[in-house]
């Protein structure tokens, strides 16, 4: 049987958000494909595939951008054909929001808010607690919850929120909702599964 490599998915592709995403994904043993970096995304769906096959931990964090294409641009089409893709299993995904408040919209099953509190409403892209129950506006976004994603967590900007979510201070917020996702589903990061093997074999 083929091994499915896990995966997170991040709806922003700028350089803080990829800062923070590289920052989370090292403490805690996972990757992130950087070369998914860019606004809008440059790679397709089939380059991203390989690159996260070649990736020796998981999880392995891909981001994707629209650069506020309306509909499914590029971005949202290279998101679709990876989190189909039958050697990925999707753990859950980062629907960062935007101020794209009359184009495009996702349902989310939780938000992070700019403080790190959970909560059942949506946030804007400064973190703050929006108006409407489980539900964010975003940039690329449109297909997330047409797509089999276990977990979905609306987040604000990535690596942003007035700092607060910034890569030298650890990114903070980002890193609760990775969190949250490993936790709801079961999984834990590379370095992690290494640690627990060692101790095992240690223990012997």
């Known amino acids: 049987m083929m ?15 990829c800062r ?7 403490e805690i043993g996972g990757r992130c494909i950087s070369r998914s970096q860019g606004n809008p995304t440059k790679l397709s769906g089939e380059q991203l595939v390989e690159l996260i ?18 509909g499914e641009g590029a971005g949202e089409q290279a998101l679709r054909y990876v989190a189909t893709h039958e050697q990925i ?38 973190g703050v607690r929006d ?3 489980g539900r964010i506006n975003g940039d690329t976004v449109y297909c997330l919850d047409r797509l089999n994603i276990p977990l979905i967590v609306g987040i604000g900007d990535i690596g942003k929120m007035g700092y607060r979510d910034h890569a ?13 996702i490993l936790e709801r589903s079961g999984g834990h990061a590379g370095k992690r599964k290494e640690t627990e093997s060692a101790d095992r074999e240690a223990a012997r």
């Not at 991040?10 to 958000?17: C, H, N, Q, R, S």
Request: hydrophobic residues 45%; aromatic residues 6%; negative net charge.
């Open 168 to 180: 030298k201070y650890g990114a903070p917020i980002t890193r609760k909702a990775v969190e949250l």
């Open 20 to 26: 923070a995403i590289e920052r989370v994904a090292a």
């Open 3 to 17: 091994e499915k490599r896990r995966v997170i998915l991040v709806t922003d592709g700028d350089e803080f958000a």
């Open 131 to 133: 108006l409407e129950i």
């Open 89 to 126: 299993q999707v753990l859950g995904a980062l629907a960062v929001a935007s101020n794209t408040h009359q184009h495009e919209w996702t349902k989310v099953h939780v938000s992070i808010d700019r403080d790190g509190v959970m909560t059942e409403y949506g946030v804007d892209k400064e």
């Open 53 to 70: 096959l070649q990736t020796p931990h998981d999880p392995v964090f891909v981001m994707f951008d629209d650069c506020g294409a309306l």
